[in-house]
């Protein structure tokens, strides 16, 4: 463990670059909050630096008002393998979004910075769309993706006419009775096991059980509850978006253009995705996020693969389940926050 790693790191970080690589990489994220050194360094952005370089990167506490801006030729000489490209490509993709807004200038250097280091994954066109003025498209894609990625491969969205109805399934004579008795059964269940804990998660916030009319579809809500089980993370904004950060990197289906940019752009940047999800300005915490993603990594057990069954593991403790999926207990100062949602009246539904 590096000097200045937190206690409670007992793995790899996101990345495990060497001191000369990781500033290489937080002069690309000034470079890129600042437009080039055109523009002050926002206390957001100055935050996404100082906790990447600690509980994401395991570094020693950098100073991001001494930086010098990074260039592409500085930071792809630095890097050694496609994979640290592909992650620093994705960091500062977040750093250009951390303020709030899409800023077409931030956009662009994200872009340039791809470009130098290789990278051409598909969500980087997302990104470049979302400079234009109509988001339809981008919304699509993502949406769309976000659904391959949910269903574990098994949903094509192109056979989907409404995303609002596949999230809804159950209303009017669609209900099912018996899926929703079977997990209203779990009541029974020893409160200390997964069947026991996601009864009581459900009947604590009110939700529908899969089945019945208000309930959403169970191919997404059983994993996803799942994971704010297995990872801690509340159902605020933050929580949400936190959540989704580590399904990123748990789930290996489209995690930026399935999950970490549509939870940026709808419960930070305030921009709805579907009636489901709603939207938030404001829930991205860095430190936070960095946490979630580096949790979501250490995560032995994918809740959002097909192989997953929830009811075969329903009478194993969750503690056991944690502790045999690997991941990292949640440390307190990194769950999400109640403040993040003060005067909000957020009734999630899953």
């Known amino acids: 463990m590096r000097p200045g790693a937190p206690a409670w790191k007992t793995h790899a970080m996101l990345l495990d670059l060497t001191d000369r690589q990781a500033h290489a990489l937080f002069g690309s994220m000034y470079a890129v909050a600042t437009l080039g050194g055109t523009e002050a360094l926002s206390e957001m952005a100055a935050s996404a630096i100082e906790s990447l370089a600690v509980v994401g990167l395991g570094c020693a506490p950098v100073d991001p008002g001494g930086l010098a801006g990074g260039t592409t030729d500085a930071l792809g000489g630095a890097l050694s393998s496609a994979e640290e490209a592909e992650a620093a490509v994705e960091i ?144 605020t904004p933050q929580g949400e978006l936190l959540v989704s950060t580590f399904t990123a990197r748990m789930h290996p289906w489209f995690p930026m253009e399935g999950h970490i940019l549509p939870v940026i752009y709808s419960w930070h940047l305030g921009i709805e995705f579907n009636s489901l999800a709603g939207s938030y300005r404001g829930a991205l915490d860095p430190a936070k996020f960095w946490v979630a993603w580096d949790r979501g990594l250490s995560m032995g057990i994918d809740t959002f693969s097909e192989a997953f069954d929830f009811w075969r593991l329903a009478d194993e403790p969750l503690e056991g389940l944690r502790d045999l999926s690997g991941v990292v207990a949640l440390d307190p100062a990194f769950a999400a926050s109640s403040d993040a949602v003060a005067g909000v009246d957020y009734r999630p539904i899953a």
């Open 92 to 235: 500062l993709a977040v750093t250009s979004l951390v303020d709030g807004a899409l800023d077409a200038g931030r956009i662009e250097l994200v872009l340039d910075y791809a470009g130098a280091l290789a990278v051409h994954e598909h969500w980087l066109e997302d990104l470049a769309a979302s400079r234009a003025a109509d988001l339809g498209p981008v919304i699509a894609d993502m949406g769309g993706r976000n659904l391959v990625s949910i269903s574990d491969g098994r949903v094509d969205p192109a056979k989907v006419d409404d995303i609002d109805a596949w999230l809804m399934p159950y209303k009017g004579d669609r209900e099912d009775p018996a899926l929703a008795a079977r997990y209203r059964s779990l009541a029974d269940a020893d409160p200390a096991t997964l069947g026991g804990a996601f009864f009581a998660f459900y009947d604590r916030h009110g939700f529908s059980f899969p089945g019945e009319p208000d309930a959403a579809n169970e191919i997404f809500t059983t994993p996803h509850d799942c994971t704010h089980l297995l990872s801690g993370y509340d159902t």
